[in-house]
């Protein structure tokens, strides 16, 4: 994938950053990164985000040591105690996931549900069902039933008339009256049931900022648009929900089952951070220049080694070229969006909970993990008021809205998963499981002349035992 995706476009690579830089100097910026960046209008930003992953880093670095201590039992030597992981035992191609290992590593294997996507299967769920689904979540909170424009004009599995289709989810907004669509092709599984309601989101942020004048009709930032979907999905993956809409049979709360649901949780979103995070800073760094051309995919690997300790299952070289393997990379789309969104989901989701009375910070025994704001009105009401701003004020404004707060914060994140936090602290000290890797990053190049360190040391030993003999 990564030599038919990624590889395939070197050759357009340098035309692609001259146009970038052609267009942000047009827009009188120094570079692509300063184009982007002006999205989140605060020339702190990236501050912002090193300050939040240094909160962030000692939850992430427990996480990745369970992760690799637990794949270690199935995969032995083929993981390094103290090593980056090798990403293609980590289930998802990009390594920005790695929910699909969960079964494999669970905290409690007893407790383990049978999971959404074989309910959803054994229920004979279809797309249209699971559509029907989330918009029933967004009009349980005051929200109205989506236009029919939304029924006509979307294509929610692939056509099989043959055409080319690209299934990577889209939400469109026409900006004509309350025409929206969504193009994807959804499976039944939950890893689409997350994507049908992230999709959903757009569309309600559309249809919520539609009266506003043309040019306020968009996210207060990019990473509000990524967040919406993703903030109901919180509250619509809980068992709790799952229970109530007939897709978990039993529910019994207690602390394994919430360790595991947590963690469940953490593969999705907490091992995507520094992906993202990394993704757009190794663009900046292209745009921005900073980055010689024969040390392209270097840079990218060495990025992605150091932010997330993971590493390709096999040597790649200077001749690669692997980034636009990634869907955003090739079709130019930034990617700190997400990032921006992961962080601020949670704090949407807390003052949500809060609002809907799901949740008492000052009460040991309320988790935000279990909180479902499922039809709470009063939730439903701030969350459109804040939406219908669209971009008509700054981002903070309308941050303050929902949560009173005008910045940015990983505090709720880290609130969130606290219990798991402590819980994986406490299990790697018990099984020993190192935290933390050693870098084992080489820039070689398939040529081979320069070959790793090892490799020439041997070959002067080689060449000295030789002329000794003669
Ligand atoms: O691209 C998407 C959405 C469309 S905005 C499906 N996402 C990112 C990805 O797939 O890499 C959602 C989460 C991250
Ligand atoms: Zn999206």
Request: proline share 4%; aromatic share 14%.
């Amino acid at each position: 994938w990564y030599d038919l995706a990624g590889t395939a476009t070197r050759k357009d690579l340098e035309t692609y950053l001259q146009l970038n830089k052609e267009a942000a100097n047009l827009n009188n910026f120094t570079s692509g990164a300063e184009m982007w960046l002006n999205d989140y209008e605060d020339d702190t930003l990236e501050v912002q985000l090193e300050n939040i992953f240094e909160e962030i880093r000692p939850f992430y670095l427990q996480l990745h040591a369970y992760v690799r201590h637990s794949l270690k039992q199935t995969y032995g030597e083929e993981i390094s105690e103290d090593g980056p992981i090798p990403m293609h035992l980590l289930g998802n191609m990009w390594a920005q996931s790695w929910v699909n290992i969960y079964d494999q590593t669970t905290p409690y294997p007893n407790k383990q549900s049978k999971g959404l996507t074989k309910e959803m299967l054994a229920q004979n769920y279809t797309a249209l069902k699971m559509f029907k689904l989330a918009e029933e979540f967004y009009v349980s909170l005051n929200m109205s039933a989506l236009p029919q424009a939304f029924w006509e004009l979307s294509y929610i599995e692939k056509p099989t008339d043959g055409r080319e289709f690209i299934c990577h989810g889209f939400a469109n907004d026409f900006f004509k009256n309350s025409d929206v669509a969504i193009k994807m092709c959804t499976r039944i599984s939950a890893e689409s049931f997350f994507t049908v309601f992230h999709e959903m989101g757009h569309i309600y942020y559309y249809l919520l900022y539609k009266n506003q004048p043309i040019a306020y009709r968009d996210g207060a930032n990019h990473g509000f648009h990524e967040a919406v979907g993703d903030v109901f999905a919180l509250s619509a993956s809980t068992s709790k929900h799952m229970h109530k809409i007939g897709l978990l049979k039993n529910y019994e709360p207690d602390e394994e089952t919430r360790v595991n649901e947590l963690y469940r949780t953490a593969l999705r979103k907490v091992a995507f951070l520094p992906f993202s995070y990394s993704l757009d800073q190794y663009r900046w760094a292209l745009f921005r220049g900073e980055v010689k051309s024969d040390e392209y995919n270097c840079k990218f690997w060495q990025m992605r080694e150091s932010a997330s300790g993971i590493k390709p299952p096999v040597q790649r070289y200077k001749e690669d070229f692997d980034a636009p393997a990634k869907y955003h990379v090739s079709a130019d789309v930034e990617y700190l969006r997400y990032l921006v969104a992961h962080i601020l989901q949670f704090q949407f989701h807390k003052s949500a909970c809060i609002l809907a009375g799901e949740y008492d910070p000052n009460n040991p025994n309320s988790y935000l993990s279990e909180c479902d704001i499922y039809q709470s009105t009063k939730a439903g009401n701030a969350f459109k008021e804040m939406l219908s701003m669209g971009l008509s004020k700054p981002w903070p404004d309308a941050l303050e809205i929902l949560t009173g707060q005008r910045t940015m914060s990983a505090s709720a994140l880290m609130e969130y998963f606290k219990p798991l936090q402590d819980w994986l602290e406490k299990k790697n000290k018990e099984t020993g499981a190192q935290v933390g890797w050693k870098s084992e990053f080489k820039c070689l190049s398939k040529s081979g002349a320069e070959k790793p360190i090892g490799a020439g040391i041997i070959i002067v030993l080689f060449v000295t035992i030789c002329v000794g003999m003669v």
